[in-house]
């Protein structure tokens, strides 16, 4: 969100052409139709855990490539499509590992809390999303951003960069590496909840 909040100041100020943006925007959208179909693909073979921790790491990985040359074009480009496909594959994932979520509750207390896991998330997301879209707001004041001028100073590249590449690897690190040692619901684990749930019933 942080990225998305700051991708027009990126492409005006720093590319020179906010045409840019639409192009890659397409890009963007059309390999996440291929990451959408291939992540439940790849997810029920190996598991979700390490297919979504994989597509995290692929998107950080590929940002990460766009620093050794900020306006390159071609870079933008690869990292798109990358960002793209493992985008595609977080989206459905992220859903399913909700479900298990609501699964892990019941196993454990024997209810259903699909409303409260939901509302829960949906709460997290509405948070992450309007901290996402004010934090460059703060970061180019602060660097200097001036409002209604087409002349900006230099200073504010380093904070529209900072937004755009450098805060999002590292926060998206920090959630990978949270997820990755501390979720617990690896595809043994889940298959486990569902047989003695399933057991439960037939009682």
């Known amino acids: 969100n942080i990225a998305g909040g700051a991708g027009a100041y990126f492409y005006t100020y720093i590319m020179g052409d906010m045409t840019l943006m639409s192009g890659v925007s397409l890009v963007s959208m059309t390999t996440a139709l291929v990451g959408i179909f291939l992540g439940p693909i790849l997810a029920n073979r190996f598991g979700k855990k390490p297919i979504f921790v994989m597509a995290i790491v692929v998107s950080i990985l590929f940002s990460a490539l766009r620093l050794i040359d900020v306006r390159s074009m071609l870079l933008i480009y690869i990292s798109t499509v990358a960002g793209g496909v493992a985008g595609g594959c977080i989206a ?112």
């Open 92 to 203: 459905p994932l992220t859903t399913s590992i909700q479900a298990d979520n609501t699964t892990y509750v019941q196993y454990k207390t024997g209810k259903r809390a699909e409303a409260a896991i939901a509302s829960l998330t949906s709460f997290i997301t509405k948070v992450a999303q309007g901290l996402g879209g004010a934090i460059p707001g703060y970061v180019l004041a602060a660097t200097g951003f001036v409002t209604g001028s087409v002349a900006q100073p230099e200073s504010i590249n380093t904070g529209i960069i900072l937004c755009v590449l450098i805060l999002p690897i590292i926060l998206t690190s920090a959630g990978v590496i949270l997820f990755g040692t501390q979720y617990t619901l690896d595809k043994k684990a889940v298959e486990e909840m569902h047989t003695a749930i399933a057991a439960r019933s037939n009682k």
